[in-house]
C-alpha cells in the first residue's frame, strides 16, 4: 500500500515541502515552518483544499 502525502507551502516564506499526515499535528493544532519559525494552525499550511482534505480524513 502507498502511503499518502500532503504538500505544504508556508504562508510567510513561500518554502514549499511534503509531509505524510501522520508525521504532522492535527490541523487545528499550531505548527511552525521548518525555514523561517513562521507558526500557524497547520490548515494554513495546507497547499490545496485536497492536501487539508487528505490531513483531516488520515489524521
Known amino acids: 500500500m502507498e502511503e499518502a502525502y500532503v504538500r505544504l507551502v508556508c ?7 511534503e ?3 501522520r508525521d504532522l499535528p ?3 493544532k499550531l505548527f511552525a515552518c521548518p525555514d523561517c ?6 490548515s494554513e499550511f ?3 483544499d485536497r ?3 487528505t490531513l483531516q480524513e488520515l489524521h
Open 37 to 42: 519559525d513562521e507558526q500557524r494552525r497547520l
Open 26 to 28: 492535527a490541523p487545528e
Open 11 to 17: 504562508p510567510e516564506c513561500r518554502k514549499e515541502w
Open 51 to 53: 492536501d487539508l482534505e
Open 19 to 21: 509531509s505524510t499526515p
Open 46 to 48: 495546507m497547499r490545496t
